[in-house]
């Protein structure tokens, strides 16, 4: 599957201002390339009077409404008792926190080329912004072994092991979710043939996107992680007890507040084409800080890379016509490539597609 994600991204490799983010510990003033004018275009909502994310018990015999109500009104929810060991979640966030702590040369060991898509560096999406984001990635698909050997040559089998541990945990946790976000809606595993229990749900494809946000000195122009919708059926996020995470609802930013042992989940695209536009794939994005350093770990599922993805035939109708037409994975994030968030716009069925 590495090499097939591999594939798509040899066709737009990433070229930015400089090969590698800056060495963040040594900046003590924003540099001009880090600042932006367009972070506050829309305004932060911290009202008390509205209303937050929902929090979902996955033990509540209502959960499957639940997340249906949250999918369609907001595209992103928390979960509790998702089964995921607090250990684990623990041992994951120290991880990744040694990993962006390593010195730069040797984080650089492990560098992602401009036409890969595993490996240190700079977020993808970074291509589409005039200017950098104050923050460093490092993406896993498949085993981490070949880079982590590169990381840590003395411990790498220690760090391997909490990563594919993790990973297994999520997958578990992520085809839950889906047939949780699915099952609301009426769809079930007869109605999806490449998930059903004779496909290849087992090709599932996945990767782990691992975030780093230094302390900033001027956080108030400074971006994270720009606005962006996620290009796959559903991300799980842990992201830490340091806030940063913000949606875009009602025409303006609301932080998700970090909760003690719950997970973060996000609408992904694809299960936005699949529900025919029932559910929201939200917008989000990180804003930084002055005095903490902040992480998260975002797991980010997938159908198998060439399966066809179009609005499943139980949600369309002589009244609810396919908004989307039939796209593969490996096609759409081609084309997400290349238009980023104008992506689903582009691909419209009916008239608000541009002309």
Known sequence: MSSKLTDVFASHPLYLHQEHPDDFKSLHELPDQYKWTRVHEYPSLDSPTLKSVTIIDLNDPNAIQLIGHACKTWGIFQVTNHGVPQKLVDDIESATRCLFTLPMEQKLKAARPPTGFSGYGFHRISAFCEKLMWSE???????????????????????????????????????????????????????????????????????????????????????GLVDHTDSNLLSIVHQGNISGLQVLRDGGWIMIPPIPSALVINVGDLIHILSNGLYHNVFHRAVVNRTHHRVSVAYLYGPP???????????????HPPLYPSVTWKEYLGIKAKFNNKTLLSLRLDDTSPK
């Not at 896993?140 to 391997?160: A, N, R, T």
């Not at 609301?184 to 496909?199: I, Q």
Request: glycine fraction near 4%.
């Open 137 to 223: 990635g490092f993406t896993i698909v498949g085993s981490p072994l070949e880079h982590f050997h590169q990381l840590w040559p003395e411990d790498y089998l220690k760090f391997c092991s909490i990563f594919e541990e993790y990973e297994k945990e999520m997958k578990k946790l992520a085809e839950r979710l889906m047939w949780l976000m699915l099952g609301s809606l009426g769809v079930f595993k007869e109605d999806v043939k490449w998930a059903n229990p004779n496909s290849e749900l087992e090709a599932a494809s996945a990767a782990l996107q691992l975030n780093s946000y230094p302390a900033c000195p001027n956080p108030d122009q400074a971006m």
């Open 305 to 319: 890379i060439s399966a066809e993805i179009s609005p499943l035939s139980k949600l369309v109708g002589p009244s």
